[in-house]
């Protein structure tokens, strides 16, 4: 049995992956068991990003997930978030150079961007980061070995 999420609230979502890295999204969810998963993917094209929006359910996530961690609430429900995260183009922001673009950078603008719409507090999105990885890696062997992802409510990073 997974915890219950809470309802219109964003959470940061970070899945295992086997490159020691992980995959880096955004869930909005509407019930607190299901949303949708917002991030930048290239699945389908290991050449070609592009942004998802996909259904998401807490029992039926087919990819390792390692966190959840709540950083903002969207008062407005899923397709008002939705409709701004998608406008973010797969490239690399400046204040981001000279990294290359990854789901992780896509992430980042999708955090400044919900900073500036007044949907997540964050006094950095660098400690963000750096937090929810440690969060991540403290989790992300239990995971590997087929243990559950965890919640984190608290996070020290967005107030």
Known sequence: MHPPLT????????????????HWALIVTDSSVSGKKLHATNLE???????????????????PLVILAQIGVASEGTSSVDDILRMIPMATPA?????????????????????????VTCRSVDALEKELTLLADDNGNSVALGRPWKLHSDVDSVS
């Open 95 to 119: 204040c981001d150079s000279p990294h290359p673009f990854t789901c992780r950078i896509w992430f980042r603008e999708a955090v400044r961007v919900l900073i500036a719409q007044g949907m």
């Open 7 to 22: 309802p219109n609230a964003i959470y940061a979502a970070l899945y295992w992956r086997t490159d020691g890295k992980y």
């Open 45 to 63: 094209d290991p050449t070609t990003w592009r942004y998802a929006s996909d259904d998401f359910d807490v029992s039926a996530e087919w990819k």
